[in-house]
Nanobody, 126 residues
Framework: QVQLVESGGGLVLPGDSLTLSCVVS?????VGWFRQAPGKERDFVAA??????????SSSVKGRGRFTIARDKAKSTMYLQMNSLKSEDTGVYYC????????????????????WGQGTQVTVSS
């Protein structure tokens, strides 16, 4: 059993930075972030295996270091550092985990994950 508690969402201006946190309780093989924009489906943002910490990103956030996923094993916490935020980054961000270490090609699939946080709202608006 894995429990996830997110924090860090809020209202920011375009171009601002924001860091989301997710406390991971229990043994997680893979952890990640998805987001759901208003009126749209939930989409993959980033993920990593808890053991090796190698990040995998969606094409929408990859490049220019806009988003960075990281974890602190000692604090059992995962982070999503978001820079140069745009209005299209607005949505509810969900922390997710699965007990198994997923292969990279499975990380972007919502159905690969068994555990979800409650979600935290991120609004990017001027």
């Amino acid at each position: 059993q894995v429990q996830l508690v997110e924090s860090g969402g809020g209202l920011v201006l375009p171009g601002d930075s924001l860091t989301l946190s997710c406390v991971v309780s229990g043994r997680a093989g893979t952890v990640g972030w998805f987001r759901q924009a208003p009126g749209k489906e939930r989409d993959f943002v980033a993920a990593m295996r808890w053991s090796d910490g190698i990040p995998h990103y969606s094409s929408s956030v990859k490049g220019r270091g806009r988003f960075t996923i990281a974890r602190d094993k000692a604090k059992s916490t995962m982070y999503l550092q978001m820079n140069s935020l745009k209005s299209e980054d607005t949505g509810v961000y969900y922390c997710t985990a699965d007990a198994t270490p997923l292969i990279a090609t499975s990380m972007s699939s919502e159905g690969s994950y068994d555990y979800w946080g409650q979600g935290t709202q991120v609004t990017v608006s001027s």
